[in-house]
């Protein structure tokens, strides 16, 4: 059982820069692959990037590859997300999310924090 709370969401303008943390409980948090997710108003969910459990591997979506960056503190049972070079479009609610398998669909992931939402103005 993990328990993920996100934080670090906030207003920002385009092309700034934010950094999301995900807090996750639970003494096996190294074994499990992280992801981050983003939900907008009438949008579904979507995959935005992943990290193993190691965190030698990362994954990511093609409209934030060179902008974004996943990383990861098993000494912490932290996550994070730097992003930069915001977009007014990339305004959502950023979900941190965990599970055994490491994929791009959220249906695969047992384990969501609440969210933190994200607001880039033009």
């Known amino acids: 059982q993990v328990h993920l709370v996100e934080s670090g969401g906030g207003l920002v303008q385009a092309g700034g820069s934010l950094r999301l943390s995900c807090s996750a409980s639970?003494?096996?948090?190294?074994?499990?692959?992280m992801a981050w997710f983003r939900q907008a108003p009438g949008k579904e969910r979507e995959f935005v990037a992943a990290i193993s459990g190691s965190g030698y591997s990362t994954y990511y979506a093609d409209s934030v590859k060179g902008r974004f960056t996943i990383s990861r503190d098993n000494a912490k049972n932290m996550v994070y997300l730097r992003m930069g070079s915001l977009k007014p479009e990339e305004t959502a609610v950023y979900y941190c999310?965990?599970?055994?398998?490491?994929?791009?669909?959220?249906?695969?992931?047992?384990?969501w924090g609440q969210g933190t939402q994200v607001t880039v103005s033009s």
């Open positions: 999310a965990g599970d055994i398998d490491i994929t791009n669909k959220p249906s695969d992931y047992d384990y």
């Open positions: 639970g003494r096996t948090f190294s074994t499990y692959n």
